[in-house]
């Protein structure tokens, strides 16, 4: 095998994955035993802050190892908590060096695998990392590009995100096609509409093959929580009443608990102490003493992956049933699939809105499209299925490679770049 020397990381939200090109071939490197993507998840052992990553950082956390999970780091780039760092096991750490963790240790498995150094490297990035601020937009970016040279890489370049999907797909093209990529991540959900063929693909500058690019900072984090708040929080309290005055409790907890960034910041003896107190005046104890039992045992992330759980089974069926003895003993939830679709509505109308602004960018009518080409997880739920086939009812249809065509593209536009 001719040596690879580029190199595509896709570092996502829920999930990553990294790939390699030489001059004859374009391939996904397994990050994780024989997988070809990796859960960006990362846990730190209590004991002596040792890093897991990806699956066994899951199976350690959910099987109540003591530590501390982190999920979503994506989210934080650009933001003030990159720079001002968080408190892991009583160790002050800065998320440039973990999120650095996270990817050098794919880094170093594609190396291995490779038998060489890599040293160029293109990273996929979102359309807006922060919508409406380009500042932070900016600083999201440089940000990922110092952790990127830090690992050892000596060229950086970036794309987004959805054009990289489009070029690991241009390759099965035939003839001239107008295609719209459909990217909804975990935490960005981005489209570009691109004119693809076999002969476009040669080419070093695709400026003039593209016609518009969109985002928002939604996915399926915020459908996550948006579940979580409309079906698991009320289980928990979310929205009972206390005291003489009939008042609600207060909500923050709940939002918290629903967004895996934010778990963490609960495990406080603080607001622990808080909850205790109102469970004196709470008009529903059993529901309120759950929320509490969550915070003494710091089960936050499991609730959100019970939640995720429900997510994913709701794809396929239009009932889900969760166990959550980790709760309160015996304690099940029937979710509906129509609840689920009441719950996301409003967040999923503005992602179709943002798709429909960037045919509009582009100045063509949704006819015009020719290809969808549909990458992420959170495009396997039913209800943007059934809103993007009304969008686009006479285009034809890509879903391979949901979880891995980004990073595919990237290594393309690597080998294109610096070759």
């Known amino acids: 095998m001719t040596t690879p020397v580029f190199c595509g990381i896709d570092f996502g939200t829920s999930n990553s994955s990294l790939a390699v090109a030489n001059q004859d071939d374009v391939f996904l490197i397994p990050v994780e035993e024989h997988q070809t993507t990796i859960p960006s998840a990362m846990f730190f052992a209590r004991k002596d802050n040792e890093a897991f990553f990806g699956r066994e950082a899951m199976e350690r956390f959910l099987s109540r190892q003591p530590g501390r999970l982190m999920r979503s780091l994506k989210r934080v780039l ?8 968080t408190m892991v096991n009583g160790e002050l750490m800065k998320f440039d060096q973990i999120i650095a963790a996270f990817l050098d240790q794919m880094k170093r498995k594609a190396e291995a695998d490779c038998q060489t150094e890599l040293r160029h490297v293109v990273m996929g990035r979102p359309v807006h990392f922060t919508d409406n601020d380009p500042a932070a937009d900016q600083r999201a970016e440089n940000e990922l590009k110092a952790v990127a040279m830090s690992m050892g890489f000596e060229h950086v370049g970036f794309q987004f995100e959805p054009i990289a999907a489009a070029f690991a797909h241009e390759a099965r093209v035939t003839g001239e096609k107008l295609a719209i990529v459909v990217d909804l991540g975990g935490g960005t959900s981005d489209f570009t509409i691109i004119r693809l063929s076999k002969e476009n693909a040669r080419k070093h500058d695709r400026s003039g093959d593209i016609l518009a690019n969109t985002g928002v900072r939604l996915g399926g984090n915020d459908f996550d929580k948006d579940l979580s708040l409309a079906e698991m929080m009320p289980e928990l309290g979310f929205r ?30 603080r607001i622990l102490f808080q909850a205790r107190q109102l469970l004196r005046e709470t008009h529903d104890p059993v529901k309120y003493g759950r929320l509490i039992n969550v915070l003494e045992q710091e089960t936050g992330h499991a609730v959100l992956a019970e939640t995720e759980k429900i997510k994913i089974g709701l794809t396929k069926s239009d009932v889900h049933v969760a166990a959550l003895d980790f709760i309160d003993q015996d304690l099940r939830l029937d979710v509906a699939r129509e609840n689920f679709n009441a719950a996301i509505s409003p967040k999923s109308e503005r992602i179709v809105n943002a798709a429909k602004e960037c045919l509009q960018n582009a100045g063509i009518a949704p006819e015009a499209i020719g290809l969808v080409i549909m990458t992420g997880g959170s495009t396997e739920i039913p209800l943007i299925q059934e809103q993007f086939r009304q969008l686009f009812p006479q285009a034809e249809w890509s879903e391979e490679n949901k979880l891995s065509s980004v990073g595919l593209g990237l290594a393309y536009d690597a080998r294109n770049r610096f070759s």
Do not use: C, I
């Open 78 to 85: 650009g933001t003030t908590a990159m720079r001002q760092g």
């Open 240 to 269: 009972s009443k206390y005291g003489a005055k009939n008042l609600e409790v207060p909500s923050y907890h709940y939002f918290d608990l629903s967004e895996w960034s934010k778990v963490n910041f609960l495990y406080t003896n």
